[in-house]
């Protein structure tokens, strides 16, 4: 499924082929949490913006609209009008970002909702169950999302029973995989590797997944706390035990710097609500650096956001006027400025993947990282 067409250093280019397309790699998801994009975004504006791959949440959409709802409707693709690739997680980070509403066993978690405060249990079964009902592409392994930093007895506790929840997700992956009813029997399952902050827990969980001969391999529970040079520190230090032949995901990250150095490291798959929530609160990404539309500096200005885009927002619209609509809190300003940085990201990655087709991603790389994390 996955091609690995060259490397420079340990930066990789591929292809990803699915069920539903073949994935250009390196590749940003572009994050619709409830099947949709905050903002005002539709799955025809996707297409615009170049995303190859939309993120779903399984947790939020068990709990609205419900996964037999989407299951009844022929599953996510079909529910949201999108014919390309749909990745889900597992519901494994709200264990860390609902803390105050959750309790862990062994079977799994029990949750309380945070819309209703309705009771929720998942577990390794749950999750793949309701991940096959929304009939994603790829589904994730259910694991639990750690917070850094972290005492090292609970984190290796926590490592080896994910370890074991992923026998139990594969094991109930591949019984859903073979039943009649099954909207889509191809569904993809990718392992998560945990570890905290410890060089030796993260080898070792990676080396443990590695074994079950997944579709794809992440690397979770980071920019959840520890500091940057630390997140890229465990890249480097788990990159050599993740399987050569298959893709390798860095999960919610992050900055456009965090995904050249990325990129640097080995990384092909990546993604973060951080365009799209940036965006609705006025700070956008450029090829000069961050910008922050709220600025006085802008309220007369007729230059498009970034003039070397061409996102729907840029080739129409200006600061001063995408400014005005944000500050009215006009909904098209927050759905211009998305569209903007969606298109930024994914336009980041185009040009990433060129530049390893030609060779010259060292010196990419060394331009844009300073340039990129610019404050205009």
Known sequence: MFTLLKKEGRARRGTFETVHGTVQTPVFMNVGTSAAIKGGVSTRDLYDVGCQIEL????????????????????????????????????????????????????????????????????????????????????????????????????????????????????????????PETINPHQLLFGIGQGGTYDDLRID??????????????????AVGEETEVMYHIIEQVEPFMPADKPRYLMGVGTPVNILEGVYRGVDFFDCVMPSRNARHGYMFTWKGTMNLNNNKYQRDPLPIDPDCTCPACRYYSRGYIRHLLRADEMLGMRLAVLHNLYFYNELMAKIREALDEGRYEAFYREFRTVLSERI
């Open 56 to 179: 779903s949440n399984t947790y939020h959409l068990h709990v609205r609209p419900g996964d037999d709802v989407i299951y009844d409707m022929g599953g996510i693709h079909k529910f949201f009008n999108w014919d390309r690739p749909v990745l889900t997680d597992s519901g494994g980070f709200q264990v860390f970002s609902l803390a105050g509403l959750r309790r862990i066993t062994e079977e799994g978690v029990h949750f309380a909702s945070h819309v209703d405060g309705k009771k929720i249990f998942m577990g390794p079964e749950e999750s793949m169950q309701i991940q096959s009902h929304i009939a994603s592409t790829i589904a994730m392994a259910f694991d639990e999302c750690i917070e850094n930093p972290a005492p090292y007895d609970y984190v290796r506790d926590s490592v080896a029973r994910t370890t074991r929840w992923l026998a139990r997700c594969k094991a109930e992956m591949a019984r859903l995989n073979g039943l």
């Open 205 to 222: 969980h990676m080396k443990a997944i590695a074994e079950y001969d997944l579709d794809g391999y992440a690397i979770g529970g980071l």
